[in-house]
């Protein structure tokens, strides 16, 4: 069974580059038939997808997201990353990664997919 962990600053400063890792265990982020996706939920607000990668390394981002958004790998660790530039209080939230078989919205993720706990991040000075 696959697992999930987020990992990362609790805190980042506005303007500041924010980077969290999802470590994966329990399956390969390189042979499992999987997308590895970062996802997050604002206070009050829904799941917005912002992006991920796949097992074969390709990378899909949302269009709102895409101009500063990075996710990479780490094969060697089992770990993928995500890198949010140009941070500002309205991207404070919940992050998640998760792992799903198919390409899909946050609606259909949040029913289908594996996700890890999350992790909450605020942006303050």
């Known amino acids: 069974q696959v697992q999930l962990q987020e990992s990362g600053p609790g805190l980042v400063r506005p303007s500041q580059t924010l980077s969290l890792t999802c470590t994966v265990s329990?399956?390969?982020?390189?042979?499992?038939?999987?997308?590895w996706n970062w996802i997050r939920q604002p206070p009050g607000q829904g799941l917005e997808w912002m992006g991920a990668?796949?097992?074969?390394?390709?990378?899909y981002y949302s269009p709102s997201l895409k101009h500063r958004t990075s996710i990479s790998r780490d094969t060697s660790k089992n770990h993928f990353t995500l890198q949010l530039r140009s941070v500002t209080p309205e991207d404070a939230a919940v992050y998640y990664c998760?792992?799903?078989?198919?390409?899909?919205?946050?609606?259909?993720?949040?029913?289908?997919?594996?996700w890890g706990q999350g992790t909450q991040v605020t942006v303050s000075s």
């Open positions: 998760a792992r799903s078989s198919f390409f899909k919205t946050a609606g259909w993720l949040r029913k289908y997919a594996t």
């Open positions: 990668i796949a097992s074969s390394g390709s990378t």
């Open positions: 329990g399956g390969s982020i390189t042979t499992y038939v999987s997308y």
